[in-house]
């Protein structure tokens, strides 16, 4: 009754991927469970119009046997009378009429139906497209900001390994230059 992948059961049971800061999975649950009641209902609707519509064909079809078992409606005419005649042309008429307005309930239910389900998932989709585009920025900046921590840390041990090596330089030329005093004082002696 309704498009492909649109059955209730296929919206209430429909998953979707879990990710940092998406949707709230029991909401969105919930929100689908809505759509598939409302869906069914729906459908339940144009099934009681479609029995009422094949009600209403068979006893147009039980008259119309009637009609040929008594012969036709001349002869009704003549042996019931004209008002008889009337009844059953009246009768003729209002099941045609109400055969007609279940078919176009019916139709116009599906069509709100339809609408409705795809205004939904159309709202869906964008709300989960803007929610994705929130998230990439977000990630963006963390990354920004976790690659200026990286940059500092960086130039921050960069500044520390020139006054280590600044250090060591100054302490290899101390030590050389007590060996050389002492190696001096040595050979003096």
């Known amino acids: 009754m309704t498009g492909p992948g649109i059955q209730p059961s296929n919206i209430a049971n429909r998953t979707f991927s879990i990710s940092r800061r998406g949707f709230e999975l029991e909401e969105v649950r919930g929100f689908l469970r809505e759509v598939a009641q409302y869906v069914e209902a729906l459908e339940s609707r144009l099934r009681e119009s479609e029995i ?19 012969g036709d409606e001349e002869f009704l005419a003549d042996t019931l009378g004209k008002e008889t005649s009337k009844i059953l042309q009246a009768a003729h008429h209002a099941a045609a009429q109400a055969q007609e307005k279940s078919e176009l309930v019916g139709k116009k239910i599906l069509r709100h ?10 709202s869906a989709t964008n709300q989960a497209q803007e929610r994705s585009s929130e998230l990439s920025r977000l990630i963006q900046e963390q990354l920004d900001q976790a690659q200026a921590r990286i940059d500092a840390q960086i130039s921050g041990a960069l500044a520390q390994e020139a006054a280590v090596i600044n250090r060591s330089k100054h302490q290899g030329r101390e030590i050389l230059r007590k060996t050389n005093q002492v190696r001096t004082e040595i050979l003096a002696d």
């Not at 139906?113 to 159309?122: N, P, S, T, V, Y």
């Open 52 to 70: 009422k519509q094949r009600q209403l064909e068979q006893a147009n079809e039980s008259l119309g046997s009637q009609v040929a078992r008594f």
């Open 113 to 122: 139906a339809q609408i409705k389900a795809r205004e939904i998932i159309d």
